[in-house]
């Protein structure tokens, strides 16, 4: 036999369409019994209270005709005596039937007979219940402005007669199936809000149990224009977000192999052939091998750098510094370069261009930039570099001619080893890490880097850093 397990029952009642629904049906049954009993309640005194304003207008006329009465016949003792009389005269005063029809019993008026009482000046009970006389209301009856007696009724404050008891009774029975017939339109609209919201919930519960498995193509159909669906399409964003990762994880690894590869492979064939005595040991070999080494190198501090910078861990050390001066230095070193390579290098550069920054990683980044350029520009070509003010920032715009870059490719330019020709010749490309540590760079001193295409028809490039406007370094 199998053993009941309570928190088994729990974890099921602990799912979302179940709390939806008791929160949904509870709400509405709630609603629907506070506004029974308070439309039952409201009914019911409004009716008391009309009934008893009605008897109060009948009454008026009934203490008129016993006025009529006790001045013909001096006093109340000859209809004292008489009940019959005491009932055709409530019958006639009030409009009823002086009998009954054909065939029926005769009875007093169920509206008010039994509840009416006669008393004299003194409050003393002639016609009527003695009993019912302490909870009677009095109404004066007056003759040439004075009190003769009284008439006294009870007043229908808890309990009615008759027929406006059945009344009553019969509304009590049609707001009681209103109230049921509301309860069970409660319970099915929150369960169908229920199973309706958490289905759309559960969706993107598979969905995410999908992309935890690893299926980055899992998608969640939107419906509607709500927020669940909002919720949808900015879950399907992830998930195209986290394709796009896992496919740029891949490449990154397989890049980064290529890159770690291809100086290796040259060194070890470098190697082998002295070994086997194919290449003698000279200068010359020996100076490939260290070129070998250094490029290795390189890309090996070049990916450190952006690991640093991914986890936020670039150390900078900031100092005043004058943007001009460090473009000119960077631009001093490589000229002898560019005009062995064909290429003018052009400079135009505002003064009071200071930034605060770490001088170090400004010269690393210019000397990427100046790399990038030289690189990809065909001789005879042009170098352009223009340093202005922008307000409160600095603004470095770099300009290069032909060739150019596809539009496709520009956005994707400072993405890490990415390189706009198709090939991965060496002749003509890099690792592709410079632009991205040049980015890196310029975003750890609080500035943006923007690529466009030239004017001059190669490549744009746009530095902008925070201009400084304290007192310069000593």
Do not use: C
Not at 6 to 26: M, N, Q
Not at 127 to 151: F, M, N, Q, T, W
Not at 204 to 216: C, E, F, K, M, S
Not at 306 to 311: G, Y
Request: aromatic fraction near 6%.
């Amino acid at each position: 036999m199998a053993r009941y397990d309570p928190g088994v029952r729990l974890e099921r009642l602990d799912r979302l369409h179940v709390k939806l629904f008791l929160a949904i049906a509870g709400a509405l049954v709630g609603l629907t019994l506070i506004a029974y009993l308070v439309f039952t309640w409201t009914f019911e005194r409004g009716f008391v209270q009309y009934v008893n304003r009605a008897d109060d207008a009948r009454l008026e006329l009934m203490t008129d005709r016993l006025a009529e009465v006790y001045e013909r016949e001096g006093g109340w003792a000859s209809l004292a005596g008489d009940t019959d009389r005491w009932m055709a005269m409530s019958r006639d005063a009030l409009g009823l039937p002086s009998s009954a029809e054909p065939g029926q019993r005769r009875e007093l008026p169920l509206t008010i007979d039994p509840r009416l009482l006669l008393l004299d000046a003194n409050r003393a009970v002639l016609i009527g219940s003695h009993d019912s006389a302490a909870r009677a209301v009095l109404k004066p009856i007056d003759s040439e402005k004075r009190i003769i007696g009284y008439l006294g009724y009870v007043p229908r404050i808890e309990r009615l007669q008759s027929l406006e008891r059945v009344y009553l009774r019969r509304q009590h029975q049609a707001f009681a199936a209103v109230a049921v017939g509301m309860v069970l339109a409660a319970l099915a609209l929150g369960a169908g809000l229920a199973y309706w919201l958490s289905r759309r919930v559960r969706a993107l519960v598979h969905t995410t149990h999908a992309l935890i498995r690893g299926d980055y193509t899992a998608r969640v159909e939107p419906r509607g224009h709500d927020e669940l669906a909002l919720l949808a399409r900015d879950f399907n964003t992830l998930a195209a977000t986290l394709a796009a990762a896992q496919q740029a994880r891949r490449a990154w690894i397989a890049d980064i192999a290529h890159e770690l590869r291809t100086p290796l492979s040259v060194l070890r064939g470098e190697i082998e052939s002295l070994q086997d005595g194919v290449r003698p040991l000279n200068q010359d070999n020996v100076a490939s091998l260290a070129h070998e080494t250094t490029r290795l190198t390189r890309l090996v501090e070049d990916l450190h750098t952006l690991s640093l910078s991914d986890q936020g861990a670039l150390s900078y050390y900031r100092e005043a510094v004058d943007l001009a001066d460090v473009l000119r230095d960077a631009v001093a070193s490589r000229r002898r370069e560019a005009d062995e390579r064909g290429l003018t290098l052009e400079l135009d550069l505002e003064d009071d261009t200071m930034v605060l920054a770490d001088e170090t990683r400004l010269a690393q980044v210019f000397a990427n930039l100046l790399q990038n350029s030289l690189r990809y520009t065909d001789a005879p070509g042009r170098i352009s570099v223009r340093l202005r003010r922008a307000g409160d920032a600095v603004v470095v715009d770099w300009q290069d001619t032909a060739p150019g870059v596809a539009a496709e490719d520009v956005p994707r330019l400072t993405e890490r080893l990415y390189r706009a020709e198709g090939s991965r010749n060496r002749a003509s490309g890099g690792s592709g890490l410079g632009l991205a540590i040049a980015r890196a760079i310029v975003e750890g001193h609080g500035g943006t880097v923007t690529v466009t295409a030239s004017a001059l028809g190669g490549l744009g490039i746009e530095l902008v850093f925070p201009r400084w406007t304290g007192a310069a370094r000593g």
